[in-house]
């Protein structure tokens, strides 16, 4: 979307005329009580900010710049301000204009909310109904409403950040210039100290309107695609997937399909019926995400942690979730008690509540996470995975279940303390049409060498987010913000039964998804390590590990079993080709060479590897092209990715932090007097990364255990 015509208006004084373009349309949003006139006005408000650190070492923040935009589909007004009751008087200007309250609404995207509204909020008196605010934690609103004037977040729509919103969805960019020393800026720098006084250069001011015109661009863009067509104004990317479950499920709530379809019934009410069943009581549900649900499986293999000089073959499955979600079997019944059998780990869905006693991992290779273990005596652990212990309690899955005894020994038999059952089917038709119709389009425009463009990037988040729908927990404490007192939480006990209510999927087909997801490429772990393919990480879908012949070997098997898997379902079109299939990393398909890749890895999360003159790195909570600045060379970054560890200062480490103020404060910042009523500074700050006494003791032994000719540590 583009508007043909841009006027800015750079406005110094109060004015009775701000020339605000006409509303062309509306939309209907939602019914009875809950409903509103939604005016096709695409509006959009970024806030320039200075950082301050004061000399008692606090960092605090002033607002300097504001920016507006306000548009029709023939005309954007931008709108530019110094101080802040001028936009106060502008945005009260603005809901008086278009007769604004409670039954008339304009949208006004923000990028961030977390960060204007925290400058906003003691500025405005917001509305206080109950369908005027939502915030997904403190600090954290998405949507805050005042006089009509719905400010909404727009990353949680796009992801990422505004930058890549403007490439995936817009024409208008964000503005990138290179300094004297060849770094990229696409933001103003907000270590310079200005005031309302500071005078911006052209580019500066070019900065901050381009910034709202792609929020109105995005805006027009989101009326056109989304709320004019299911007349709903989304949160999220995933509230936009859910309403996509649920328009396919009433779609498909008069056909009927034995093996896919809808069971109990055709009708949309019956279906929500069987839906309710599905779903557990509030205090199992929290025993469901606490204890059951583990999500994907990330570890290191300690015998080859801190280790130099490994070569490595990298193999990821070809969208795991999907796989699952198309390929593997849920709960489709109520969760029944039931006496265990082993004959039912193979026939029917379990959650297994199983103690056992003198447990021993078998390899070096440790499953599970301290985390998922509510009893646990005399335990040992591998950077947070049990090893060993005396006792231990597990919530398992069938699947679950059957990894444990695979990696695991213990002494005598498993004690069963509880255990419930429920048939297995195959995800219902109306969240796998979805799927497949987004998994479909976006191969099909990756077949066409489309893989840049907005429509690709689009229906790849739709795939991602149809796993996030099934894994997505309800909100049970609900966050409010209150004009006098600010922040405050409640916990609301008959939310759940409400929320559990309208769930159109259950919490057990998330939890099945990763369980599946694990099995496989647990399995598979086990399979190579028997072989004795040395396996250095795996993380998810992916596995790092010594090149071999076996192991090319097995993954060629494994292939051929998951390619049978998609035939017998069905799965033939030429867009589900290698659909759970492992494919290949570093490898040049054209001449069938795999490159040498270098791999260091230093615990869960912390690896990185090099090939071609170029390193890669996934350093949990470091950016990624921070690795760069601990060395000039390949080969300089590999040896001080070092089992001591590394600091990155601030202006190396590119990592960044919240300070939020939430009383008034004042500083003279470049020679004026700047006040706020409430604020948030971003700053940078270092980054250290260092392996923990006891993990860096437990390599050392196992290392040594196994003659290993480095255990220096």
């Known amino acids: 979307m583009q508007f043909p015509n841009t006027t800015v208006y750079r406005i110094n004084n109060n004015m009775t005329d701000y020339h605000f373009p006409k509303a062309l349309g509306t939309v209907k949003i939602g019914r009875g009580d809950k409903g509103y006139t939604l005016l096709r006005i695409y509006s959009g408000l970024?806030?320039?900010?200075?950082n301050i650190t004061t000399p008692e070492c606090k960092h605090?923040?002033?607002?300097?710049?504001?920016?507006?935009?306000?548009?029709?589909?023939?005309?954007?007004n931008v709108y530019l301000f110094r101080r802040w009751d001028l936009l106060i008087h502008f945005i009260n200007a603005l809901w008086t204009f278009y007769?604004?309250?409670?039954?008339?609404?304009?949208?006004t995207g923000i990028a961030n909310m977390s960060f204007e509204f925290q400058f906003l909020r003691r500025r405005l008196v917001w509305d206080d109904d109950d369908f005027a605010f939502f915030a997904k934690d403190k600090y954290q609103p998405l949507k805050a409403t005042y006089h009509g004037i719905e400010f909404r977040e727009v990353l949680s729509l796009t992801g990422g950040s505004l930058a890549q919103l403007a490439k995936d969805y817009c024409t208008t960019q964000k503005l990138v210039t290179t300094d004297e020393n060849g770094v990229k800026h696409s933001d103003l720098d907000y270590t310079k100290e200005r005031s309302y006084q500071t005078p911006l250069t052209d580019l500066e001011e070019q900065y901050c309107i381009n910034d709202v015109v792609i929020l109105s661009e995005y805006m027009w863009w989101l009326f056109e695609t989304y709320i004019g067509r299911t007349r709903t104004v989304?949160?999220?990317?995933?509230?936009?997937?859910?309403q996509e479950f649920k328009d396919e499920l009433k779609r498909l709530s008069f056909q009927r399909d034995d093996k896919y379809g809808l069971p109990h019934g055709t009708s949309y009410d019956q279906y929500m019926r069987y839906l309710n069943q599905l779903q557990p009581d509030k205090e199992f549900y929290e025993v469901v995400f606490k204890w059951l649900f583990r999500g994907g499986y990330v570890h290191g293999n300690s015998l080859y942690t801190a280790v130099d000089d490994l070569l490595a073959h990298m193999r990821d499955v070809t969208s795991s979730y999907p796989t699952e979600m198309n390929l593997s079997y849920f709960p489709g019944s109520v969760f029944r008690p039931c006496t265990f059998q082993r004959d039912k780990l193979y026939t029917k869905?379990?959650?297994?509540?199983?103690?056992?006693?003198?447990?021993?991992?078998?390899?070096?290779?440790?499953?599970e996470s301290k985390n998922k273990i509510p009893v646990c005596y005399g335990g040992q652990y591998d950077n947070g995975r049990l090893i060993c212990a005396d006792y231990a309690e597990f919530y398992f899955t069938e699947m679950d279940f059957q990894i444990f005894e695979l990696f695991y020994s213990y002494e005598g038999e498993p004690q069963i303390l509880e255990c419930w059952e429920a048939k297995r089917m195959p995800l219902p038709k109306y969240v796998i049409s979805v799927l497949n119709h987004h998994y479909q389009s976006k191969e099909k425009l990756k077949g066409?060498?489309?893989?840049?463009?907005?429509?690709?990037?689009?229906?790849?988040?739709?795939?991602?987010?149809?796993?996030?729908d099934m894994v997505k927990r309800m909100r049970l404490l609900k966050v409010i913000y209150d004009n006098t007192i600010g922040?405050?939480?409640?916990?609301?006990p008959a939310e759940y039964e409400k929320e559990a209510k309208k769930n159109i999927l259950?919490?057990?087909?998330?939890?099945?998804?990763?369980?599946?997801?694990r099995f496989h490429i647990l399995k598979m772990l086990h399979r190579l390590t028997m072989a004795g393919v040395k396996c250095y990480y795996i993380d998810t879908d992916s596995i790092k590990y010594e090149p071999s012949h076996k192991a090319e070997r097995i993954f060629k098997q494994y292939n051929a079993w998951i390619y049978r898997r998609r035939k017998n379902r069905k799965l033939r079109s030429e867009y589900f080709r290698g659909l759970g299939e492992y494919d290949k990393e570093a490898y040049d398909k054209k001449t069938g060479v795999w490159h040498v890749v270098n791999f260091k890895m230093l615990g869960a999360k912390r690896y990185i590897y090099a090939y071609e003159g170029h390193v890669y790195a996934t350093v949990a909570g470091m950016p990624k092209a921070s690795i760069n600045q601990i060395g000039h060379t390949p080969e300089e970054i590999l040896k001080s990715f070092d089992k001591m560890g590394f600091h990155l200062t601030p202006e190396q480490s590119g990592k960044l932090t919240a300070a939020y103020t939430d009383e008034e404060y004042s500083y003279i910042v470049d020679g004026v007097e700047m006040k706020e009523l409430s604020g948030v500074a971003l700053y940078e700050i270092p980054f250290t990364m260092t392996i923990k006494e006891d993990y860096r003791n437990h390599i050392l032994e196992i290392q040594k255990l196994l003659h290993k000719e480095d255990t220096s540590l």
């Open 234 to 242: 989304p949160m999220t990317f995933t509230g936009i997937l859910h």
């Open 349 to 367: 869905c379990l959650i297994i509540h199983v103690g056992f006693d003198h447990i021993r991992a078998k390899t070096t290779h440790t499953i």
């Open 60 to 76: 605090i923040a002033f607002a300097y710049h504001f920016q507006y935009s306000v548009a029709n589909e023939r005309q954007l």
């Open 487 to 492: 922040w405050t939480e409640a916990d609301s």
């Open 448 to 468: 066409a060498g489309l893989n840049d463009t907005q429509e690709y990037v689009i229906e790849k988040q739709r795939v991602n987010t149809c796993y996030g």
């Open 46 to 50: 970024d806030i320039e900010t200075t």
């Open 506 to 517: 259950s919490p057990y087909w998330g939890v099945w998804v990763t369980s599946s997801a």
């Open 99 to 107: 007769g604004l309250g409670s039954d008339k609404h304009i949208i």
